[in-house]
């Protein structure tokens, strides 16, 4: 009988969809585990060998609690929202729902058959109406919420208008806007609804409100820092500019302190938690106010290092920084407008990272330093970003390379006020400098003493205050785009209303161009029926806006990051249509167990994620405050280029062995044409590519041999292999261990097509072991003493690498107890059927098929983990060398408990003894237990 794979594979699939074998329950006696795989989103080209790494060995772990009797969610849905649909539907004309949903039947199909234990019962995918009725409840709820800083916890807006109907907001502690100004309960009481609208959108964990945002024109839409590559948009390379917007954001930033504690608290990776710290950007300092000259305006700075402030020779602003604007003196505003549009071009990355290229212009303006009462240059530099601290800096040359370089290259002066330190050198290396000042107050003190003279001095001066300031901005949370969650906002009088839960969701409405409107309204203002009916409680043509019952709809649309905020609390109880999980559900399962995805989105959706989960703990929807126990990044699986080379100024490619010589160019080609043995197929190459039609090939041995190179798989480079052809080739089974099989989880790892047949004939092997030409060979016959050592040995090991997540170790060891079972020749059901079982996890198709065989009914996911017996492993016995005159003749195997005149005895006595010694009587015997035995002639 012969190993069908593709025919066994099938097979299993229906059975575990048909069964629902992989359900899991929302209430059981068994102690729950959740795994949990990043939200795919499902891109046209589907899926290559190297998406489903981390998916492989989250299966792994999910069947492996299975089989340790836990009730297992292991759920999977998509993150279909997304811009490639939307640039796709412009393209062609096509909805993005019909893209999206066909390329969400191409994810699924290449999903089961790699054969992965998901509850599809449980799926979910952020642009059904369905599910984003709770996105748009979340959003809701955080409109409708306020940061109280002295109870650590969002709180409802109804309590903070009781307090301003009481008190005003003089005693307020809030996470609010920067220049949220003082009144009075009076005052309150006496402000309009539409002014205390405004003032409450300054307390909300949403508002609205004017940002600078990465606009990208040639998409109409707004882009989230990870979504720009070297300055243009990662999705067709399109430039982008600084531009400020109206925006509804989030004030992510009132969790700063709180997602930076709860790092302490998770089991995520060192790497990943490192860069969430940097990206939270936690700084003590002071708050400085400096006075600019001649006029009513001040510049706030926020400094680490106060005791520095002797040493500021000049201020620099960020280029937006609205202050420039009302600064910059009349002579200089042709020179400022000029530097301000050049850099408007460039990211905040680019001008982040660009070091080396110094730029920037003098306002014309000064400011007064707070204790000389000398006069400051300001001037603007794009190396100081808007969206940092206050957007300006009191420049210390000698205590910061940029400063000090900014300074250099203007010619601006430079005051040393560390002694003994280089005017080049940083002093921020040596905090325990001495400062020399033109101030008695810190002469001679150290950094810690200078720090708190100084903000004790600026407190009396009324111009700056001790202060713990974050990195974290706030998240621009709006789209201009058509693919995405709509708000569920309407506007009256230019003021946001949210529609009431009970009308959620507010569906996506239809339009027929994807691009921004002429007049630059975003793709929704080309909807005719896009207005709110706040008599009917419905979404209306645009027609019948009055302003007195009929309002506009916001055109916007909330970005990727919305609907992934949450979908592992919502796989918990997806049908529910009354909340976003039940209670009792979430009771349950509470938080994820184990969580895999890409370190990529370390500082996007996993923060992003956490903020929404603190949130809602504090509303009291989520039972946890971290979602996540554990997370594993798994590496990326890398591609093997394949590459042919052409002549310059030809049309003629040499083969690899043969190009020395010759000025060639590379030229990447599609892998799939290329054999084990680096041979590309010519004539398929021919009909690949139009220019390679006429093309002259010099061979080397009738072949054409291709250069090879390990880079990114990417259809850019031609390098991408298609699991399709793998499970149809060598079998899902075999594409499972050899993913695993190809080095450690979190490991980059290039992927070589060629490799795979090593695990392929290990699974016929695994098959021979347990059937032959006449059928099943496995029996009842009692294990011999080795099998069971092999079977123990094997159980002890995996189990030890599926906790470490070591499973590369893991199918090296399944390989050396199949060959050691092969070569015993078992055939004992007590060592194959739990070998079955700590394979299943790996190679479940054909674990089900065997299991079957060998006489189960029901699935082997659900049998129980073999358990490892050390007894097994312990040594009765020693094979011992038995040697005459240091010369080893033959082995005789003795217990290890036998005494030495035991042993001398009975080794003296074997038959194979006397022949060597022929008669002759030992000069010696030397005995050393367990180990040798040595006779001397």
Known sequence: MKYHFNEIEAKWQKYWAENQTFKAVNNSEKPKYYVLDMFPYPSGAGLHVGHPLGYIASDIYARYKRHQGFNVLHPQGYDSFGLPAEQYAIQTGQHPAITTEENIKTYRRQLDQIGFSFDWS??????????????????????????????????????????????????????????????????????????????????????????????????????????????VSERGGHPVIRKKMTQWSMRISAYAERLLQGLETIDWTDSLKESQRNWIGKSVGAQVEFKIQNSEFGISVFTTRPDTIFGVSFMTLAPEHELVSEITTPDQKEAVDAYILATAKRSERDRMADV????????????????????????????????????????????????????KHFNIPIPNIFEGVDISEEAFADKEKTIIANSDFINGMNYKKATKRVIFELEQLGQGQGKTNYRLRDAVFSRQRYWGEPFPVYYVNGMPQMIAKEHLPIKLPEVEKYLPTETGEPPLGNATVWAWDTKQCAVVSNQLIDNETVFPLELNTMPGWAGSSFYFNRYMDPDNDNEMASKEALDYWQDVDLYIGGSEHATGHLLYSRFWQKFLYDKGTVPVDEYAKKLINQGMILGTSAIVYRISGTNKYVSKGLKDGHNVEEIRVDVNMVNASDEINIE?????????????????????????EVEKMSKRWFNVVNPDNICEQYGADSLRLYEMFLGPLEQYKPWNTAGITGVHSFLKKLWKLYVDDNGLKANNEEPTKDNLKTLHKTIKKVQEDIENFSFNTSVSTFMIAVNELTAQKCTSKVILEPLLVLISPYAPHIAEELWSQLGHNESISIAEFPKFDESHLVESSKNYPISFNGKMRFTMELPLDMSKDDIEKTVLENEKTKEQLQGREPKKVIVVPGKIVNIVG
């Not at 000389?372 to 601290?389: H, M, R």
Request: hydrophobic content about 40%.
């Open 684 to 708: 398929a190459l021919k009909n690949w590519q139009p220019q390679f039609n006429d093309a002259e090939f010099i061979l080397e041995e009738g072949n054409y041999i291709v250069g090879r």
């Open 122 to 231: 449980r799926e979910v995918r952020t642009s059904d109406p369905s599910y984003y009725k709770w996105t748009q409840w979340i959003f809701i709820q955080l409109f409708e919420s306020w940061y109280n800083n002295t109870t650590h916890k969002a709180e409802d807006i109804s309590e903070l208008i009781i307090i301003f109907e009481a008190e005003g907001n003089v005693n307020v502690n809030a996470a609010c806007d920067e220049d949220v100004k003082i009144f009075s309960a009076k005052e309150w009481q006496g402000f309009s609804s539409e002014e205390q609208q405004k003032i409450l959108l300054q307390y909300r964990l949403t508002y609205l409100a004017e940002t600078e945002v990465n606009w990208c024109p040639a998409l109409g839409t707004v882009l989230a820092n990870d979504e720009i590559v070297n300055g």
């Open 356 to 407: 080396k290229n110094i730029s920037g212009v003098f306002t014309g303006a000064y400011a007064e330093h707070p204790f000389t009462k000398e006069p400051i240059p300001v001037w603007i530099g794009d190396y100081v970003l808007a969206g940092y601290g206050t957007g300006a800096v009191m420049a210390v040359p000698c205590g910061d390379q940029r400063d000090y370089d900014f300074a």
